[in-house]
């Protein structure tokens, strides 16, 4: 029997398909797939179904000190035991096996730990297949051509795993048991994401530095002939030409020179040609740059070309080429796409030109090419709205790679008017070039009218504009991934992912993502006491020694010992101060939750978590001041910077998934219910009939309201309402329940009939039932199958599963995302 193993189950089910030319059926082993023709079975991984960890007597944080991590042994253990006991089971009746994960670094350990489960079993012979593209060409040429694992590509990819292991639990834990943050708070630190972090706050730091200049800028509507243009006053600074007037007198004077005439004169008129070449091909970070300008997260922009890639109608996502492979015809590929309804056209026309060249950037590799389409195209109608327009992305890149250079005519002018002078420039597309099939770059036009030296142009308006120097913007997560790889940190495959952890470990938020008060103390502790945690030159050498080692000048030990010296350099500079970072840190973890002064005693009233798990608002002072105030009971709490004018104490924000909503100032919701008096609106259905129970429309101080019994606590009957919005009691009655219908913002231009409550509740429960994974929001069917092969198939087991190890074996999930699944499941 062969064997086949691919990394992912998606991956097995196409390669299945292709190889088996349609005939392959599916059946499942230990919750596996495993597809079969023949004498053939094929069977996706889940990513590393084998991860490296520390011996069990390491596992007490609390017994173990963080310094003896450095020298612990590093074991391995499987992580997905289903799949690894399902890919043993085959192996013993397997007479030859072939690995087929991606071609990269992870996809390569991903087939050395699938080898030597293999090699736990059998010795049969084991073969690696690579492939760019899951297209039927690339793949039966790749399985016509087996090749050897490559063992040092592999180790590379080990020794990032051993080291981020060893760096990241060894400084996570001296960090967190300083400052006494353990549990699920705990405060992570990692080889690449620390150094990541510093950039994000060194650009923080310089937006908040930033003194602001004022400066004044002049404009003046000239015309001709019915048309006008916009001009601008300019003036000679040492033989360059400034438009900014740093002097406000000056800026006076030369404004009331422009408004004391009423034409100008043209002193100079300059045509030129320039010629526009087209972008060259996509390597990652500029695959991901062009997604993030068409609103998509580099997470999100990368598990979307992934699919694409698995499907067979893209090349593999991960590279750092920008330039095609010789064997590439573009022509042909161009070919491929005639007759398509959404590309044909454009192809043809690419087709017509006298040469087909393509662009090239400034790097080539041998692994893999530029992202570019293969020659299988999908309907639109196959594709959900995200991928349809990633996949247009990249087949439009391709097109403009193999398009001709645009051409513009550029027009200057300048005038004199009042002893002051003005300029203007044209452009004008006169070839589109590449703009005609690649629409994401700018090709928009400036109109000036052709004029000739010493003709007068009306002057109809002049405008004096004060403005300030701005601050440097925060770093976009595409400008940042580019920094990032600029700067040597993380690899193609892992920056995406490295920015992920940071939002997800709370480090930073919104988007352009800015620090959190965690995030600039553990920074700053690191560089008082240990600057090589976030030192970007450290991190950029251990990427370089590990190319190393992929290129066979050096060896995996070789490479992990001289970072456990590192490290044990770094916790020498921390041995005396971990009394000194826990307290930056705790000062730091609390200014994050603080959300203002306490009315009664003056101390800070932080965001608490009870033993139970549920959020609160209380008092800094307690024991002494025993002051708190509800939070509502869905979601997590973010503090934002908006504040209360009424009692200085900023909004809070509940992170709920699709459910996310602003509560707003705490006491103001509190004092909200206090003040309000319950509405009865009818019989309570439990308990009217025996006790006496109303059912009355009730505002809680957590800001929720609800339909609840008068008898509470002892008849705890309840029904939510809406949290905004007038409620009105209509004259109209249920005949089922004997409720009045509620109308909700009956005053505005749609007001929401709400109804009788007990029918709105039942509809409304049975209108959002989550009855499988696919219910919850976000969750299709590719991310249901991706997240069944990693073990969680039913709503049960995604209730009991741990966020970061889903994220770590489901490519395209973050933990965020799983966490916003639970919380869905629990609302």
């Not at 006169?430 to 928009?444: I, L, Q």
């Not at 939070?631 to 992170?655: N, R």
């Not at 499988?772 to 969680?792: F, N, Q």
């Amino acid at each position: 029997m062969e064997l086949i193993i691919t990394e992912k189950d998606n991956a097995a089910r196409r390669i299945a398909e292709i190889l088996s030319e349609g005939s392959a059926s599916a059946e499942r082993r230990n919750g596996v797939n495993v597809y079969r023709w023949g004498n053939t079975r094929v069977v996706g991984l889940s990513g590393h179904v084998v991860g490296v960890d520390f011996p069990p007597e390491y596992n007490d944080w609390r017994d173990v000190e963080p310094v003896e991590l450095i020298s612990a042994e590093v074991t391995k253990e499987p992580t997905q035991e289903n799949i690894v006991t399902t890919l043993k089971q085959l192996a013993r009746r397997a007479d030859e096996a072939v690995i087929a994960t991606d071609y990269d670094r992870e996809g390569e350990l991903i087939g050395k730990e699938a080898y030597e489960l293999i090699r736990e079993e059998t010795d049969i012979p084991v073969s690696r297949v690579r492939f760019s593209s899951i297209t039927e060409r690339e793949v039966r040429n790749a399985f016509s051509e087996p090749e050897d694992v490559d063992f040092d590509l592999a180790a590379a990819g080990e020794a990032r795993q051993i080291i981020d292991l060893v760096w990241g639990a060894a400084l996570t834990r001296f960090l967190s048991l300083s400052a006494r943050q353990l549990g699920d708070d705990f405060i992570s630190v990692g080889r690449v994401q620390s150094p990541t972090l510093k950039l994000i706050v060194d650009r923080e730091r310089e937006i908040e530095a930033f003194d602001p200049e004022d400066y004044w800028e002049i404009f003046a509507d000239l015309g001709k002939n019915g048309s006008s243009f916009e001009a601008q006053y300019f003036y000679d600074d040492d033989g360059s030409e400034a438009e900014r007037v740093w002097n406000e007198a000056d800026a006076d004077a030369a404004y009331a020179d422009l408004t004391s005439v009423d034409a100008a004169t043209v002193t100079s008129v300059r045509r030129r040609t320039r010629t526009d070449s087209p972008p060259t091909p996509f390597n990652t970070t500029a695959f991901i740059s062009a997604a993030s300008s068409l609103g998509y997260s580099a997470q999100r922009a990368m598990s979307i070309a992934e699919e694409l890639y698995t499907a067979g109608y893209m090349t593999y996502p991960r590279t750092d080429n920008t330039v095609y492979p010789e064997d590439l015809e573009e022509d042909a590929l161009l070919d491929e796409f005639v007759g398509s309804p959404d590309f044909g056209e454009d192809a043809e026309s690419l087709l017509e030109q006298d040469d087909i060249v393509a662009t090239e950037g400034d790097e080539e590799t041998t692994d893999h090419p530029p992202i570019h389409p293969t020659g299988e195209i999908p309907s639109k109608a196959k594709l959900s709205e995200d991928e349809w327009e990633i996949y247009e992305l990249v087949v439009r890149r391709f097109f403009a790679t193999v398009a001709e250079a645009a051409t513009w005519e550029r027009l200057r002018v300048v005038s004199e008017a009042g002893g002051r002078s003005l300029k203007a420039n044209g452009k004008r597309l006169v070839e589109p070039g590449y703009h005609a099939v690649y629409p994401y770059s700018s090709a928009s036009e400036n109109h000036v009218p052709d004029v000739e030296e010493g003709e007068e142009l009306a002057i109809s308006e002049v405008r004096l504009e004060a403005k300030q120097t701005q601050p440097p913007r925060r770093y976009g997560q595409s400008r940042l991934i580019e920094t990032m790889e600029d700067r040597g940190l993380g690899t193609k495959a892992t920056r995406h992912n490295t920015l992920e952890k940071l939002y997800d470990r709370g480090y930073i938020e919104g988007d352009p993502p800015r620090p959190t008060a965690l995030a600039n103390a553990v920074v700053e502790a690191a560089e008082e006491f240990a600057d090589r945690v976030v030192s970007d030159e450290m991190t950029a050498q251990l990427e370089a020694d590990m190319t190393r080692i992929a290129n066979g000048e050096a060896t995996l030990e070789e490479v992990a010992d001289e970072s456990r010296e590192m490290l044990q350099q770094v916790f020498e500079e921390l041995r005396d101060s971990s009394e000194e970072i826990g307290d930056h840190l705790q000062e730091s973890l609390k200014a994050d939750k603080t959300l203002g002064p306490c009315p009664d005693c003056g101390e800070s009233m932080l965001v608490r978590r009870s033993r139970q798990g549920s959020y609160f608002v209380g008092c800094d002072g307690f024991p002494e001041c025993r002051n708190t105030l509800p939070l509502p009971s869905t979601g997590e709490p973010l503090v934002l910077d908006e504040k209360c004018e009424d009692h200085d104490m900023h909004h809070v924000k509940m992170l709920a998934g699709r459910d996310t909503f602003v509560h707003g100032c705490p006491r103001c919701e509190a004092e909200k219910a206090d003040e309000s008096d319950d509405e009865v609106i009818g019989p309570c259905p439990e308990c009217g009939e025996d006790e006496g129970g109303e059912l009355a429309i009730k505002h809680l101080r957590s800001g929720s309201r609800l339909v609840g019994c008068t008898r509470y606590p002892d008849c705890d009957y309840s029904l939510p309402l809406p949290r905004n919005g007038d409620i009105e009691v209509t004259d109209e009655f249920c005949e089922e329940h004997g409720l009045p219908e509620l109308v909700v913002d009956p005053d505005s231009d749609d007001p929401w009939e709400l109804g009788c409550p007990i029918c709105n509740f039942a509809e409304y429960q049975a209108r959002n039932a989550v009855q499988d994974l696919e219910d919850l929001s976000g969750i299709g069917s590719a991310t249901a199958e991706k997240l069944e092969a990693a073990g969680v198939d039913s709503l049960d087991s995604l209730r009991d599963a741990d966020p970061d190890t889903v994220a770590s074996e489901v490519q395209g999930v973050s933990a965020g995302q799983v966490r916003d699944w639970q919380s869905e499941l629990q609302a």
